[in-house]
Structures are given as structure tokens and as C-alpha cells.
């Protein structure tokens, strides 16, 4: 900094004495009589002023985001008291649409803490700088824990217990020790004896029965395995004879494993009796499994089918490790055949050409790599491999009548059928860009008014989404307790309308759990800030109990295969009500979440299980025992504050 530019060095302007500098150059004749550093580096106050506007700028702006935070919970609570005509509501505050999936749905107010409800040791916890990656607890931006650990219970870190025990004066008993062995069976249960590469295949009679049933179920649009004629291929190399003695080419061990794979899944969930005589699915598993060891190299259609569908298989059984696995295989396959680019419209003038059943095919599998990658992102936390800058994210041609109009399972054998998947592509979509924008190295970093203008847009984009979809299919912004369901609904139509609605209000709960990476400069904000911040932080709260709420009453209608994709959702939900009643015990819903916690594990009891085993009902005894220390931890927390 030239001296020119100042009429004093710093010593002698913190002495506020005359400087010299500035007509003899440095040093000052101060500075060079004590033998000082004469400098010039001291802030100027135009600088400062500039901060300190820009600082004020950025907390209006803050302001103006968190007041259509507030301005949501007002039309909610609107809503519950028949004051707003919802055919006069403006663009922003778009009007509750009342699906006939939920009949009666009265809007539950989440709840505001005021400083008489606040729990006396929020003071014990003091802000610090902290990452928020999904699948992690947060509460004044210090990380509380884990949900997605080995066992796929939470795993509380020991900040997060000793505020338990700030709050309850009691210290938590969790089983630690069991923390560290999987109790979620990381593989199906092994039979006596080994398998070789020679094992025989299944006969061929059962094949084509389970392809028969496959391809006429709802189950084969919601997860595309195979292509009926392009499957014959693979049938037809995998019962060929061995090129020479007992060798095999590569393309014959990966049809093998196609078909091994493929019997796994389908004899499981399409039982016959005859088959079940002979067909060993555990058997088929390992043989699957040994196969694709060996095939791991080769980037074909026939490995990926086999890849994703043992993937789905680790995911029906709970094995967390052998699910990425199989993941990162399949998403590298996909990949390397184009499916993340390659985008052709069908020709319905004329029956598909192999090529383009094979292309078509390929793009069905990506959306199925797409779809469970932003799902494990958002659970685990970890960053996802299928990269939205690289795809080419173009909607199938119709999807949007084909999943919610026409679920039509029948089709023509030289027909392409438009795949249903297990979710709507558009809300995976924001899943994806909510996991970028909420839980990246680069999202940690955000300003509060950055991360605050995030969580709007991803709320008005999640919302955009709801109000585009049938009414039949919408989710409600909050569910009452003593909702009914709507009877005679098709298995596929109501698989749709329960993932729908837990995927939307998980999705909801994330986005505005973010908010609290910002409730740690509480103390440095305006009344009305931090009052916006509480309104988000509460409807992340109102979004877990809203997903009780619907379990509740939907559990028992899940497919059985679908349980362990589907236990998640009540865990995570009553883990966020434990944190919220921790944090404020005498919220006007105290009561009602400390009754959602108590029927937690009834909840994931009566949710249909596709068999059952010694492992699948220590794994429940688990979840029983940790639901239990928590209602109890949260039941002494709301007498402690009472003056119990």
C-alpha cells in the first residue's frame, strides 16, 4: 500500500500522533526512532462501511426468504381453520389440493417454540463450523450422528449424548457393542456345500414360467430386468454347451449369471409350488454372485441386467455393503453402453429393429442406476456416481401418462412398453439437485442467505412437482392423525401413492432440516429471522410426523419384497421427532410425537415381510429396544421440563 495514500502509518495513527511518512516515506520518524516496522495495513473505514452494508443487505435478504418460509406456515394453519379460500390463493401460496388417496385430510400445525417452550439446555450447545452431508442429525449446526450405519440404526456421536443427558439428566443405553456386527444379514443364508462353475441351471421349464409371470406383472414395469425377445438371446447362450470340456466364454458365464440372477428374483416373489420343489433361490444367489466375479470386466447388457438385479436382491435382503457394490458395477456398465446419453424417440409406424430394443433397453436400465443412486446419496450421505452434468436427462417419450393414466401391464410381444419404475423421474430429479445444492463440500460453504435461497427454491420446485401430479396420486402437505385411506385400490396404483407420499415428505423433512445449519447464530440475528429459521426447522419436524402418521395407516398395504427399502422412513421420521422434543419438550404436539415414538416400532411390525427368518427377528428385537430407549428418553425429557 503506497504512503501516499494515507496520512498516517499505523503506529502513529494508534498513538494518534503526527506521521511523517507521508513527505519523507517510510519509515516515520516514529518508527525509525523506537525501531519499529513502519506499516500500512490496518483496514480503511470506506472498507469497512462497504462490509458492514453488505452484511446488512445480505440479513434483508435473508428476511425477504424466511418470510415465505412463515408465509407456508400460515396458509397451513389457514387450512386447519377454514379461513382460506383456496380458488383465491395467489401463484406463490398455491392452494392444498385434497387427493382422493386420503379422504378428511385435516392439516396438523407444526408447532412454534417460543421461549417458554425451548428446551433450558439449547444454551449447553455453542455454534461451530460443521459440514451437514445427508444421512447425518444436525441441531445449532453440530453433528448429532448418523441414521445409515452398518446396522442401519442411528449411531449418536458423544456431543449428541451428552446433550441427551443435559436435557434428560439421564445418560442414553444404547446397545454400542452391537454396533459393530450387522445385524441386517449381509448376504441370503448359505446351504451346506459348495457350487462350481458347472452347477446346472435351473430347468428350463421354470425359466420360462418365472419370465411368463415376470413379464405379466406390474413388477416387470416397475423394474424392467429383461426384454422379452432380447432375454431369448440370453437364455439361448446360457444353456449352450461349453466351447471346449468344461470352458466357458465370457459371454456364456454373463448369460448364466443373467439367468441365475433373474430366478433369484423371480421365483421369490412369484411362488409356485413346482418351482419351489426345484429351484434353490439361495443357491441361485451364490452361483449369481460367483459368476459376476468373473464377468466383472465385461461391459455387456446381459451384466447389467445380472448387476441390477442382485442389486435389488441385496437390497430385499438389507446387505448395505453389497448394495453399492453392485451399484457401482451396474452405474459404470450404463455407462459404457451409453445409457446416460442415448435418447431416441420409438417409431410406432413400425416394429423396433434389435438395435434400437437394445438401446431402448439400456435406457430403461439407467433410469434404474438413476433412480437408486439419488436415493443412496440422500440416505447414506455419500456422493452419488451418476453425475446430472453428464446425462442427458430427457424424459420416455409419454412417461408422464404411462405412470399416472394408462398402468396398463399387458402389452404386445414386439411392443416397447414405457417403464412405470419405482418412483416419479421428476421427484428424483430434485432429490438429485437437493443433494448437490444441501449437502456438497461446495453447499457446506454457503452463506446463510445462500443456503436459505437454496431451501426456497428447492421447497417451491418440490411443490411445483406436487400440484403437477393427479390428485389421486398427490401427497398432502401434512396428515392428521385418524386419516382414512381410500379402499379398492390396484397393488401397483397404491406402491405409487405410499412411495409418493414418504418420498415427499422425507424429501421436505431434508430440505428444510438444512435450515439448521444456520440456528447456531441465533443469538447474532433479528427476532424475525430467527423466527423464519424456527418456521423451516418446523416444518421439517411436521413433514417426520406427517410420515408416521401415513405409515401408520398405509404399513400393511407395502409389498413384503419392499420392506427393507421401506423401513427408513419410519426410523428416520421418530429419530427427528426425538431431536425436536429434546429441543422444545413442551411444544403443543409434545403429546402427540410422543405417541408416534411409542408406535414406531408397531409401525415397521406391521409392515409385510417377505419371509421370515432368525435374523429378521433379532433385527426387529434391535429396533424395538433402541424405539423403546428413545420414547423413554424423550418421556423424561418432557417430565423433566414439566418439574418431574
Request: charged content about 25%; some cysteine.
Amino acid at each position: 500500500m503506497s504512503p501516499a495514500r494515507r496520512r498516517a502509518c499505523d503506529s502513529c495513527s494508534a498513538r494518534k500522533i503526527s506521521c511523517d511518512a507521508a513527505e519523507t516515506g517510510p519509515p516515520c520518524n516514529w518508527c525509525q526512532h523506537h525501531k519499529l516496522n513502519c506499516t500500512f495495513e490496518r483496514p480503511s473505514r470506506k472498507a469497512t462501511t462497504s462490509r458492514s452494508k453488505r452484511k446488512c443487505k445480505e440479513t434483508l435478504e435473508i428476511a425477504k426468504r424466511l418470510e415465505l418460509v412463515e408465509a407456508k406456515l400460515v396458509r397451513v394453519r389457514e387450512l386447519h381453520n377454514g379461513d382460506l379460500d383456496s380458488e383465491t390463493s395467489d401463484a406463490i401460496d398455491a392452494p392444498s389440493i385434497t387427493p382422493q388417496f386420503l379422504r378428511d385430510p385435516i392439516l396438523i400445525l407444526p408447532p412454534t417454540v417460543d421461549s417458554q417452550s425451548a428446551s433450558p439446555a439449547s444454551s449447553y450447545l455453542q455454534a461451530d463450523e460443521a459440514t451437514d452431508p445427508a444421512g447425518h442429525f444436525y441441531f445449532f449446526s453440530h453433528d448429532f450422528g448418523t441414521l445409515c450405519s452398518p446396522t442401519g440404526l442411528p449411531q449418536f456421536t458423544d456431543r449428541c449424548k451428552r446433550w441427551i443427558h443435559a436435557v434428560t439428566g439421564e445418560w442414553p443405553d444404547f446397545e454400542e457393542s452391537g454396533d459393530r456386527e450387522p445385524l441386517i444379514p449381509s448376504a441370503a443364508p448359505r446351504l451346506n456345500g459348495g457350487l462350481t462353475e458347472g452347477s446346472p441351471l435351473p430347468e428350463p421349464w421354470i425359466l420360462q414360467f418365472l419370465v411368463d409371470a415376470f413379464l405379466r406383472s406390474d413388477f416387470s414395469r416397475c423394474f424392467p430386468f429383461i426384454d422379452r425377445l432380447l432375454f431369448e438371446e440370453t437364455r439361448g447362450l446360457a444353456y449352450s454347451s461349453p466351447v471346449s470340456g468344461d470352458s466357458w466364454t465370457l459371454a456364456q458365464h454373463s448369460a448364466r449369471a443373467c439367468v441365475f440372477a433373474f430366478c433369484a428374483i423371480t421365483a421369490d416373489k412369484f411362488r409356485d409350488a413346482r418351482v419351489s420343489k426345484q429351484l434353490d433361490v439361495e443357491a441361485c444367489v451364490r452361483q449369481a454372485e460367483h459368476l459376476l466375479i468373473s464377468v466383472s470386466g465385461d461391459a455387456s447388457l446381459t451384466t447389467l441386467q445380472a448387476s441390477l438385479m442382485m442389486m435389488v436382491w441385496k437390497a430385499k435382503v438389507g446387505s448395505v455393503s453389497g448394495i453399492g457394490i453392485y451399484h457401482a458395477i451396474a452405474c459404470r456398465i450404463v455407462f459404457a453402453l451409453g445409457g446416460h446419453t442415448r435418447v431416441s424417440a420409438m417409431r410406432r409406424d413400425r416394429e423396433p429393429t434389435i438395435q434400437e430394443r437394445h438401446d431402448h433397453h439400456v435406457r430403461s436400465m439407467f433410469w434404474l442406476c438413476y433412480i437408486f443412486d439419488k436415493e443412496l446419496a440422500l440416505r447414506s450421505g455419500q456422493p452419488p456416481i451418476v453425475g446430472d452434468e453428464y446425462c442427458d436427462l430427457t424424459l420416455p417419450e409419454g412417461y408422464h401418462e404411462h405412470v399416472y393414466r394408462t398402468r396398463q401391464s399387458t402389452y404386445e410381444p414386439d411392443e416397447l412398453p414405457i417403464p412405470w419404475l419405482i418412483s416419479d423421474l421428476r421427484l428424483v430429479q430434485i432429490k438429485s439437485r437437493s443433494a448437490k445444492e444441501l449437502f456438497s463440500v461446495a453447499a457446506s460453504k454457503k452463506s446463510d442467505a445462500e443456503l436459505l435461497l437454496t431451501i426456497r427454491e428447492l421447497d417451491e420446485e418440490l411443490e411445483r412437482w406436487r400440484l403437477s401430479i393427479p390428485t389421486e396420486y398427490a401427497p398432502n402437505l401434512a396428515i392428521r392423525k385418524g386419516a382414512k385411506l381410500s379402499e379398492h385400490v390396484a397393488q401397483s396404483e397404491n406402491m405409487l401413492q405410499i412411495e409418493l407420499h414418504l418420498a415427499y415428505h422425507h424429501l421436505l423433512s431434508i430440505i428444510h432440516r438444512a435450515s439448521a445449519r444456520c440456528a447456531g447464530n441465533q443469538s447474532r440475528e433479528t427476532s424475525e429471522t430467527s423466527s423464519g429459521l424456527q418456521s423451516s426447522v418446523d416444518l421439517s419436524v411436521e413433514a417426520s410426523r406427517s410420515t408416521l402418521i401415513f405409515l401408520s395407516l398405509a404399513a400393511h398395504r407395502l409389498d413384503g419384497e419392499a420392506f427393507r427399502i421401506f423401513y427408513f422412513y419410519p426410523l428416520s421420521a421418530f429419530i427427528s421427532l426425538f431431536f425436536n422434543l429434546l429441543r422444545s419438550p413442551c411444544n403443543e404436539y409434545a403429546e402427540l410425537d410422543l405417541e408416534l415414538i411409542r408406535t414406531a416400532s408397531d409401525i415397521i411390525k406391521k409392515m409385510p415381510k417377505s419371509n421370515s427368518t432368525p435374523d429378521e427377528a433379532t433385527y426387529l428385537g434391535r429396533i424395538d429396544r433402541f424405539r423403546a430407549e428413545v420414547a423413554r428418553l424423550a418421556e423424561r425429557a418432557v417430565e423433566r421440563f414439566r418439574g418431574g
